[in-house]
């Protein structure tokens, strides 16, 4: 009796046979028809009669267990010969390989099986089949699997890679692969990020990062596989293919901004900035493209037989749509500077160096690089390339050339500084002057002011000086004329007193007579010369002035008389004004005396 644990299955070797085939056939290493040798049945767990141990021998085997994320792959010890370019056994319905028994009745085949046990637990006769532990497949994110098959149909001449083909289960079902008319080798098709049940007897699976193509590029993708497509581009396009896409050559459109499940093994892909690009001729400048790493600053040749450097940058731009013919033509980005920026740019900077001296290189720099714009540009053109701009960065001259430019250059400055600090002496100057005048305006105008008032009075003073000079001399001539006429008359006198003393009284009347005429007359030519000197109005005037005086008369009378609204008769007036007058002194002299009326008073009436 034979008692096979729950989780032990019972491995059953038979010593030799009572009856029937004693041997096994030639070949075969289990026995399947009661033959002496390792036995195809194995025991389950329970009891079992008759097993008698001189016959048999019973060794117990654990199940075999397949833990999580492993997988148990399976290779037969006896069973058909494997097929003619085959390395997995082909799949046969044996319960997941736990009937040692039918698998060989349905020819499975010896050797590695395409079939693998997943997780779990089998009673698996290991007579018969051998387990290999694995771990799963794991595709990380941002990650693509590149598979290579090994078992499957032979590659077509010329293809470097299977065609894609369906029912697989991305390469976990080995024989619908095979049934499918997969090829060995490179596949075309690629599994993304996830867990995978692969046979890597039948799958050799490599992980690689995606394609990344950033903001401001495309990716030009070039199929080395596919079929053979219509080239696109147009009789005018002579350097290469462009074909649709998943087509072998160039895909006329190229892959956006983003990330890409790409095979970089069946598929080349090249990315193009469809940003503008500058690149720089300069020997101490390279942008982060590092497409301008191995350029350098130009060298150049005047027409004088000067050599001088100079920097250039160059800015381009590829249009999207330009991109697929970039590439079908130069291959990638380098080529296109190595091939036609660099030779093209450095050529035509020679070349225009060469039709001018240093000197009017310098002068023409703008003229120089608008013209490089143009010419490079149109260059451009034809090979699908946009040329933005052509700049000229630094011009380095030959240091001599350099000197005299720069002395010639101090010298025309230094007479410009000079002549302008003179017009600045001489704008200070007037401005000082002014600014002087400015300042003494104010005492000019008071000067002017000053001599005008001065002015004024001297000339009051000359006028007033001129009327006494000539009132002096006026007086003095009166006077000297008033003495002749006196001692005319005093000597007329006395010659009449002594020619007449007999007529006294008539002589000395008619003297008299004379002497007041000839008084009169004096005073008459006095007035007349004191009246020329000083116009009838004041002469006048200061002689009523005098006569006022010395009579004690008041210039303004105490009684004014004066008719309705201001008229009256003058005289009239002052006689009833001089009556008014004498009759208020009368009553005065009687307040005074105590009543009495005075002699005077008395007289008056």
Known sequence: MVIVPDDRIGLVVKKYALSGSKRLPDGRIIAINGEAGMQARALAPGLYWRMWPWQYTITMENFTIIEQGKLGLVKAKDGAPMDMGRVLGRPVDCDKFQDAVAFLDNKGQKGPQAAFLTPGSYRINTFLFEIVMVPITQIHENKVGIVTTLDGEPLDK?????????????????????????????????????????????????????????????????????????????????????????????????????????????????????????????????????????????????SDGFTFNLDVSQIIHIPRNEAPKVIARFGNMKNLVSQVLEPTIANYFRNSAQKSDVIEFLANRIQRQDDAKMHISKVLNDYNVVGVDTLIGDIVPPPALMKTLTDRKLAEQEKVTYEIQRHAQIERKEFESAKAGADMQPEVVKSTRQVEINTQMAASKVAASRGEAEAKTINAKADAEVRITIAKADAEAKTVNAKADANATEVNGIAEAAKIKAIGLSEAEVTKQKTEAMGTEQYAIVRVAEALASHGIKLVPDILVSGKDGGGNGMIDALIGSEMLKKLQVANEEKVSGGKPSIKAEDDK
């Open 158 to 302: 010329g293809e470097i890679a299977g065609v894609s083909v369906s029912g697989h289960k991305n390469f976990q079902d080995p024989m619908a692969f095979i049934n499918a008319g997969g090829m060995k080798g490179l596949q075309e098709d690629v599994i993304l990020a996830g867990t995978y049940y692969l046979n890597p007897w039948f799958v050799v699976v490599e992980q690689v990062d995606m394609i990344y193509i950033p903001i401001g590029y495309v990716g030009v993708v070039n199929s080395f596989v596919g079929p053979e497509g219509k080239d696109t581009s147009g009789d005018a396009f002579k350097h290469g293919n462009i074909v649709k896409r998943n087509e072998k050559g160039v895909w006329d459109q190229p892959l956006d901004p983003g990330k890409h499940p790409v095979n970089i093994y069946t598929h080349a892909v090249e990315v193009v900035p469809t940003t503008n690009i500058v690149l720089n001729w300069a020997d101490s400048r390279t942008e982060a493209h590092e497409l301008d790493k191995n350029l350098c600053t130009i060298t150049v040749r005047s």
